[in-house]
C-alpha cells in the first residue's frame, strides 16, 4: 500500500510545488516590476523581460513532471478499478477511504493540516506585511504547500508502512 | 483500551489478516491495527469479525481492567 499513488500523491505535490518554486523565481526575475512616482503624481510601472534559465528548466522539469504524473494516476486507475482517482478533481487523490479505518486516518491527517493551515496562512499574511521581492511573497506560501504535504503524507505513513503480510502464528 | 483476541482467533481459523480483511471487508492494515490494539473498530465491524470468527464480540473485545472471559 505504501506504493500506493493516493499515498504518495503528497510527495508528488511537494515535486511539483519545487519545479513551481523555481519557476517562480524564473517569471519573478524575468519579467520584474518597477515602479515610480513622476513629478506630476502619477505612478509609473516598467515591466522588462529577460528570459533566464530558472524559467527555461521549470518549463522543461514541467514537461517531464506532467505527464509522469498523469503516467501514475492511469497506472494507479488501471490497477486499482474500484479506487479510481482522478487528475483534474477537485477532491485531492490523497484520500482513503476503503475502510473506516482508513477514513479516520484521513480525517486524522486531514484535521493535523487544518490545524497548522490555520496558523499558517495568518502567519503568513502578517509576514506580507514587510516589504520584499514578490518572489518571496509566493516562496512563504509554497512553504506552507509542501509543509502541509508533508505533515498529511508522515501521518498517513503510520498507518500503511506496515506492509508486512502477518499470517497466523500465533501461539 | 480497547483489548481483543482477534490475533489468537485468526490463527485458530488459520486466516491471513488478508484474509479475514476480505471477509469482513476492510484492508489487512485495518486488521493488523485492530490486533495491536491500536484502532478500535465500529461496532458494525466488531460483530461482522465476532460473526467471522465465531464468538460472542464481548468475548472478542473487552476494555481494559475487565476480566477477560
Redesign the interface.
Known sequence: ?KKDLRVQSPLWNILGIVILVIAAYGVTHSFPIEWSKGKDGAIEIYITSHINWQLISAMLLSLIYLPAYAYKFRQHNKLNPQHKVSMFSIQPPEYLE?????R?VTQRATQKVYTFISFALPLATALFFIPMNRFWYIVIILLIAIIQNLMYYFEIRK??K?DK??????? | MLHNRV??L?????????ELGNRV??????I????KGE?S??IT?ALKLATELQIKVDELFWLEGEEEE
Request: hydrophobic share 30%; aromatic share 14%; proline share 2%.
Open positions: 500500500m476503503e475502510d473506516e479505518m482508513m479516520t498507518y500503511v506496515e503480510e502477518e499470517v497466523s502464528e500465533f501461539s | 490475533k489468537e485468526r490463527a485458530r481459523y488459520s486466516f491471513s489478516q488478508s471487508g476492510v484492508t489487512r492494515q485495518t493488523g491495527f485492530i490486533e484502532f473498530p465500529s465491524l
